[in-house]
């Protein structure tokens, strides 16, 4: 399936001036973010609920491409060295993904996480008394998930479905599909290879759970727990106003989180499932967000606005939220960063001229002398807020941001791993970003290319609408397919910087 504009997605030479070209190289251009993580000064203060990207693809495991896999990953730069107190889940939030399947911008389906951290208190005899020990466990873990009675500290959780309001619909609880149980086990962090003699990613995915939803014959799968962070950036020199090269080589730079880790709430659902009742609603639109009681003291910034915010119900407010990458980080202003991450697509008409009237390409202007694309950018509207005709735009569509998916997989078959662009639709692969988001799609590279112009038609013509819309921005940081897994949760073994014991 192509859609009208595939010829200018697919521009991918470099056919700006050689002046422009010179201009470009080696100098501050632009100033961007990793996906989400601490992407808002309110959310700083909050680690454990500051969601730091968000996945939603057709599976392209063999013979799941019915089904759609979802993943809102949690808690960024864990490093592979923090005991004796790891990464724990919140027990007081709530951890939610949304679908909506009608383009309405209100969520009709909700999937609700919740955690128990479970302190076993573990004691040792020393000397003639019974010490709690103080580390995370005593002795080693797995290979069966049941192994883990030296684990000081037990994460469970359980997994709701709601319909309609995600605070006051109706709500079901999930059940595991083999033993009915509704707990769900989460993994125990990787500590390193002497407590994990017999390999931790056998532990891990040990925990990968069959679940009955409700109504549904076909059972989806879910796993939550640590995974290395699928994000990769330069960061260090992109928050230094990119003091590299731009149109530089794609692998030129390291990846800045290449020893971090975070934590992953993955879900493999039928799509028919997200469709609804309606099954002709092929394309969904999708976010994560997480909440935390109003009795907890929260602290935003006073501008932010959200003291009372339009997005509290009942007894929680709405502290997080990411569906499109890189939007809260390089599209809306500082001011209003906590207010996105409180809000629901239902209200994004009050972030509408960010969208229409972006900052950053001026800024690059100014710092090149270059002209930026024309005004107003109905191209990002489409990309952010829309859906892109013929591609992933519902009829009828509200405008407001999420990530949306075409889940007709066979006029969009999902691409095996191999077989990926890593710059997705702009490179002729309609089943990558941003019809969803695939973990190899390279959004660093897609977005800051998109933000210049690249989905004009006349891209890179010097006197057209986007002058320098067909150059290959990049932030030097690789990415492809190729970091991950085939099957599910897809996500690689998390970091750990203890080897195993010879």
Known sequence: MKHPMSRAFQRGAVAGSIALMAACAGAPWAMAAPSSHREAPGITAMPKVDSTDFYMFNSYETGRQDFVTIIANYQPFQTPYGGPNFFQMDPDALYQIHIDNDGDAHE????????????????????????????????????????????????????????????????????????????????????????????????????IARVRLPGARAPAKVFVGQRKDPFVVNLGETFDLVNNNPLGPENAKPDSLADDNCTAICIEVPAAFLRGTDQSHKIIGGWTSASLPKTRNITFAPESGIGNSEESSGA??????????????????????????????????????????????????????????????????EVFLTGVPGLNQPAGVQASEMLRLNTDSDAIPPKPKGMQNRIGVIAGDNAGFPNGRRPGDDVVDISLRVIMGALYPDAGQPNGNAPVGNLPFTDGAFLDDSFFDDVFPYLRTPVSTSPVTP
Not at 138 to 166: H, K
């Open 316 to 381: 929680w407010r709405q502290v997080s939220r990411l569906g499109m990458p890189l939007v809260n980080e390089l599209v809306i202003g500082l001011r209003d960063k906590d207010k996105f991450g409180a809000s629901r697509p239902r209200n994004d008409a009050q972030f509408a001229t960010y969208v229409t009237n972006p900052s950053l390409p001026t800024i690059i202007g100014s710092l090149f002398n270059v002209t930026p694309p024309t005004l107003p950018r109905n191209d990002l509207v």
């Open 108 to 207: 009709d389906i909700t999937f609700t996480f919740r955690f128990t951290n479970t302190l076993r208190d573990l004691a040792i005899p020393v000397g003639n008394a019974s010490v709690p020990i103080a580390l995370y466990n005593s002795n080693t873990i797995g290979p069966a998930a049941t192994q883990n009675s030296s684990l000081n500290i037990v994460e469970t959780f359980t997994v709701d479905v709601t319909y309609g309001d995600r605070y006051t619909g109706q709500t079901f609880r999930c059940t595991n599909f083999d033993t009915g149980s509704e707990v769900f086990m989460k993994p125990a962090d990787n500590v390193g290879g002497k407590t994990f003699q017999n390999s931790y990613e056998t532990y891990a995915r040990d925990h």
